[in-house]
């Protein structure tokens, strides 16, 4: 581990010398790795610090495939990319609560949200003098890349051999059972004031499930969706009201979203009698 001073100035030594992307981005994971776990302040977001380090320093440690859908699947053009560290515990809706930073082949630096992919700052050293800014100056969504495209297009998108090994029915399943998951998301935190309120778990008008079965029926489909723990995590707690997101900070972190669940839904319903 080196200064802050000289580990800036390694970053942009290979910055200000770039020429091929493949060997611009090889040199920067050689530093990534010189200097992992180093932290390095940054102006915005204010009090969070750049904790250096590479994919296996994340939450997405041992999944190569994020890493392929993150250069595939969220700008307008394929590009080749390197995780260069991580804002640890901040409060958005990504898996973790971790920021993932990404350096791209063309210099732009983005962070990771949740199927989100957030232009935080033009360059290294954008990134160094004025922070990473967030929300991001642009945003790419997961897949809008593929919208625009024709038939023809589509097809030929499909046939990039990091595309083939993700099964098309296999997405569209996946997808099928995000709308249902978000849905019920969205139907939990209206119902949340249910739980607070009302001295029953029945919904509001007759027929209407409670808050409980809700919340059950998100636990199968998150069963069934193959998204990792993290990401379900995030997924669950974007969707909670600002009063429950208070209120789990003031709590030991939950192990899983089993228990996250647990503590949000099934310990605020009144035990049957």
């Known amino acids: 581990m080196g200064s802050l001073k000289q580990i800036k100035t390694e970053f942009l030594h290979c910055e200000s010398g770039k020429k091929e992307a493949v060997e611009f981005l090889s040199q920067i994971k050689e530093i990534v790795l010189k200097h992992r776990n180093s932290k390095i302040p940054l102006a915005k977001p204010k009090s969070y610090e750049l904790r250096i380090g590479g994919l296996e320093d994340t939450v997405h440690a041992g999944d190569g495939e994020q890493l392929e859908v993150w250069k595939d699947c969220y700008l307008p053009e394929r ?22 930073l990404l350096l791209c082949e063309d210099g732009n630096v ?44 589509m097809e030929k998108e499909m046939q990039c051999d990091e595309i083939k090994k993700i099964d098309d029915e296999h997405i569209q399943f996946r997808r099928r059972l995000e709308i249902e998951m978000l849905e019920d998301l969205k139907a939990i935190k209206q119902s949340e004031t249910i739980v607070t309120e009302l001295p029953t778990t029945k919904g509001p008008s007759s027929g209407s499930p409670s808050v409980a079965e809700m919340a059950c029926e998100f636990r199968t489909l998150a069963a069934e969706s193959g998204w990792n723990d993290e990401a379900l995590q995030g997924a669950f707690r974007n969707a909670l009201t600002e009063t429950l997101k208070d209120e789990l900070v003031s709590r030991e972190e939950p192990e899983g979203l089993d228990k996250l669940i647990s503590l949000t839904i099934d310990n605020r319903l009144p035990q049957p009698g």
């Open 79 to 100: 590009m080749e990319m390197v995780v260069i560290g991580a804002l640890d515990d901040f409060r958005c809706s990504a898996a973790g609560w971790q920021l993932v």
């Open 110 to 153: 983005y962070a990771y949200e949740f199927e989100v992919l957030h232009l935080v700052a033009r360059s290294l050293e954008d990134l160094f003098k004025s922070g990473a800014e967030f929300p991001g100056l642009e945003k790419f969504r997961f897949g809008e890349c593929f919208e625009e495209l024709t038939e023809e297009e």
